[in-house]
């Protein structure tokens, strides 16, 4: 984990990034899927991945998530619904271009570029497993 944290430091610090969401990407919320992207769910979906893949380096203040929220904005998106079906089930969701604006100070903008660069390993949102929510930078 360390070693992936360093790589992720070395990246260059950017105002912007773009996810290009490669697979039908949804959320859940309140027991229904979600098929809009929203900066809570992107930053709630990418901590608990990366808490349960590293226990032992794990980003679960609460501050962290609200101050990531505040400083980062979904600044213009290409979306298209999508279903991906999983046998006789079709989930609802989207694929596209989001691109994410942020005002970050540096101990966040770590946080957040390590987040980015493990959204490309973890995907985003529901059933990874399975083939959702693949993430290109």
């Known amino acids: 984990a360390n070693a992936f944290w ?4 070395s990246l ?8 290009h969401l490669v ?11 979600v098929i809009f992207p929203d900066v809570h769910l992107i930053l709630q979906s990418l901590l608990s991945k990366w808490n349960g893949v590293a226990p ?8 962290v998530l609200r101050m990531l ?3 980062i904005w979904i600044r ?3 979306l298209q619904t999508q279903r991906f079906e999983l046998k006789a089930q079709k989930i609802p969701g989207f694929s596209g271009t989001i691109w994410l604006q942020n005002r970050l100070p540096a101990p966040l ?6 987040l980015l660069y493990f959204s490309t390993f973890s995907g985003l949102g529901v059933k990874t497993a399975l083939g959702m929510g693949a993430v290109a930078l």
Not at 12 to 19: G, Y
Not at 23 to 33: C, G, I, L, Q, Y
Not at 109 to 114: C, N
């Open 12 to 19: 260059t610090d950017h105002a912007s990034h773009r996810l």
């Open 109 to 114: 903008m770590e946080i957040w570029k390590g």
């Open 23 to 33: 697979t039908t990407t949804a959320f859940r919320s309140k027991e229904r899927f």
């Open 76 to 78: 213009d998106y290409r």
């Open 56 to 63: 032992n380096m794990q980003v679960c203040d609460p501050d």
């Open 69 to 71: 929220e505040e400083q």
């Open 6 to 9: 360093n790589h992720a430091a």
